[in-house]
């Protein structure tokens, strides 16, 4: 059996997503980092699923095919920290009606979504 142990994705500025990621997930670096193309972020406490950032030029998908869905039960108030740490909103054109989803994207343009878990 296998699990998922790292998600990966790219950046052009591994350092600024590196920090926006940490802040965002509360997660720490593996390890120091020894250069700038890579680096493994993990939970800062407990065991959860990595997430890898490498330097990458290829352009960030206008629809991603992989993104991360992050999970809470304060969507507006997650939605504004995340903001505020340099995410922005994406004019996504693809909600379905009464959506538990808001899209944003990270400082590297890279596309994620905030699901209301209480939205029945």
Request: proline fraction near 7%; charge should be negative.
């Amino acid at each position: 059996m296998v699990r998922i142990g790292t998600v990966v994705m790219g950046a052009s500025d591994v350092r600024r997503a590196a920090a926006f990621w940490k802040a965002a997930l509360d997660y720490v670096e593996r390890e120091p980092a020894t250069d700038e193309d890579w680096v493994v972020l993990v939970p800062a406490e407990g065991p959860g699923v990595g997430l890898a950032l490498d330097l990458s030029g290829t352009p960030v998908q206008e629809v991603p095919r992989v993104h991360l869905d992050l999970c809470t039960e304060e969507q507006d108030a997650e939605v504004d920290r995340l903001i505020a740490l340099g995410a922005m909103r994406v004019d996504w054109d693809l909600y379905p009606d009464d959506p538990d989803f808001v899209v944003l994207a990270d400082p590297e343009g890279n596309r994620f979504c905030v699901i209301d878990t209480t939205h029945g």
